[in-house]
C-alpha cells in the first residue's frame, strides 16, 4: 500500500482554478506592463487542482502559468502560503491553496519564459 502525490514547482492554473485574470491580463500587460505594487500585498487563493500534489513552500518561489485553453502563459514567481489536499480516494483527490505573487515578468521575458519552458503545442504565444 501506499501514497502517490506530485511535487511541482510551477502553478499552473485556469481561471476557474484561481488565476487572477482580472488583474493579470496579458493585453494590457503587453500595452502597460503590470507592475508587481498592484498585487504584492494580495493573497490568491486556488482550488480544484486535480490530483494530490505538493508545492515547493516558502521561502521557496513557484513559478506562475496561467493555463488558457491548454495553453501555458508564464507570468512571473509566486510564494505557497498554505496547501490542502481533498479527497476520500485516490481516484477524487484535488488540492487547494493560497499563495502571493511576488514577481511579474516584464512583457517580453514573459514571451521569452512561456516559449521556452513550455511543451511542445502548448504555448499561448503560437
Not at 3 to 19: K, V
Not at 56 to 76: E, F, Q, S, T, V
Not at 98 to 112: L, V
Amino acid at each position: 500500500m501506499g501514497s502517490y502525490f506530485e511535487i511541482n514547482d510551477t502553478l499552473q492554473i485556469t481561471t476557474e482554478q484561481g488565476f487572477p485574470a482580472d488583474i493579470l491580463d496579458v493585453i494590457k500587460h503587453q500595452e502597460n506592463p503590470i507592475k508587481l505594487s498592484e498585487v504584492q500585498d494580495k493573497i490568491f487563493e486556488f482550488k480544484d487542482k486535480p490530483n494530490a500534489r505538493i508545492f515547493h513552500l516558502a521561502p521557496c518561489r513557484c513559478l506562475l502559468a496561467h493555463n488558457i485553453d491548454g495553453k501555458w502563459l508564464y507570468w512571473g514567481h509566486v510564494i505557497m502560503l498554505e496547501q490542502t489536499i481533498h479527497g476520500e480516494n485516490e481516484k477524487n483527490k484535488t488540492t487547494s491553496g493560497k499563495y502571493k505573487i511576488i514577481k511579474i515578468y516584464d512583457p517580453e521575458y514573459q514571451k521569452q519564459i512561456t516559449a521556452n519552458e513550455t511543451h511542445p503545442g502548448g504555448n499561448y504565444f503560437e
